[in-house]
């Protein structure tokens, strides 16, 4: 049954193709003519581009292409990730020092400062004048 109505169904078709074409013959026009212009033209192309296209090539162009692409990505993500636990462990280090340098006991600066300000004194005072022109 099912094989009956596929079978008259196609024969419903193919005699309606054939009494549409035989009225716009004798009319002299198409029905839906700019839709089926545009319908043309875009069967035109799709089969140009089945003819002349390696879709091969193109295929193995596009993975390669994702391939790079996967591989910029996993390195700019492993990066970041790697700056992360830089940052981390750098405040860590901080911390560290700080606590440190807190608890040591600090050498005076004092004396230091002192022996500059000293030095730089002496300079003022001993550096011959220079004439201004």
Known sequence: MPSLLLILGTIALLGGFIAMTAYETGRGSRFFSARRARLDRLVERISFIIEHVDFAAFLRDELRHLAHRIGHDIAHL????????????????????????????????????????????????????????
């Open 78 to 133: 492993s990066l970041q990730i790697v700056r992360a636990i830089e940052r981390i462990l750098t405040r860590l280090v901080r911390s560290f020092r700080v606590r440190e340098a807190g608890s040591a006991p600090r050498e005076s600066t004092r004396a230091f400062v002192k022996t500059l300000s000293d030095f730089k004194e002496h300079l003022k005072a001993t550096a011959p004048e220079i004439p201004k022109i």
